[in-house]
Every structure is written in structure tokens, then in C-alpha cells.
């Protein structure tokens, strides 16, 4: 392993040595049959084409190192970045979405030809 990479791989265990969920509802923490869980992926990145991070749910700003949130079910707004390794660009999206407690959602990117684009962002449920 070659110097840079070395830094990259340490740069990103600091980076997401915090990462974590945020709770997006009022009031003490509920079972997780109750709430919905939305994740996207760290701010950094190791080798990584796509990268898609959330950036605010229901206009309430996510933090750098957070990466998963919980909300309770129902509609939400997703602000989402998109960005792209090859050609350094980002693009934003908004998403309308419903979600049901007790899922897990994983937000996907759509590439355009060859990885060089971000056309869009859907959130998928994981089973």
C-alpha cells in the first residue's frame, strides 16, 4: 500500500469514526419497529465512484458525520448530493418519499453513461 493510500484509508476511519444515526423526531428514543431508517453514505469516500449523501431531511440540516437518520413513518423531503469520483462534480436532488417504521432505506444513485453522470436518486428498501 502506497503512502497516499494509506492517508486516504486513515483519513476516512477518522472521518467516519463518527458517523452515526441523528434522530429526526421529538422526544426519547422509540423501538425500532417504530421508525424508519434512511442511510446514505460517508462524506469521504475510499475508491468509491458514486458517493450520495444525504444532506437535510424535512429542511433539518444532517451533520458531515452522520450518515443514517431515523424518522418516524410518513411522507418526508430528502435533500441529497450526488457526487461523481471520475469527473469531481456533484449534483442535487430532492426526493418525496414515504417511509414505514420498522424498514431500512438505502439511498441509490443513477448514473448516466460510464459513471460520468448522476441522473438521479432513488431510495430503495432493504429487506
Known sequence: MTLRSSLLVLA??????????????DGPKRDPEEVARISGDPVVTAGSPITVILRRVDG???????TTVELLEGEHSLLV?????????????????EVFGGRRYR???????????CSGVSLEAQD
Do not use: N
Not at 448530493?81 to 418519499?97: P, Q, Y
Open 12 to 25: 476516512t476511519a477518522v472521518a467516519c469514526g463518527g458517523c452515526m444515526s441523528a434522530q429526526l423526531y
Open 81 to 97: 448530493d450526488c457526487r461523481i469520483a471520475e469527473t469531481k462534480s456533484t449534483s442535487r436532488h430532492e426526493l418525496k418519499v
Open 107 to 117: 439511498l441509490r444513485a443513477e448514473s448516466g453513461a460510464g459513471l460520468r453522470g
Open 60 to 66: 433539518q440540516d444532517i451533520g458531515l458525520t452522520q
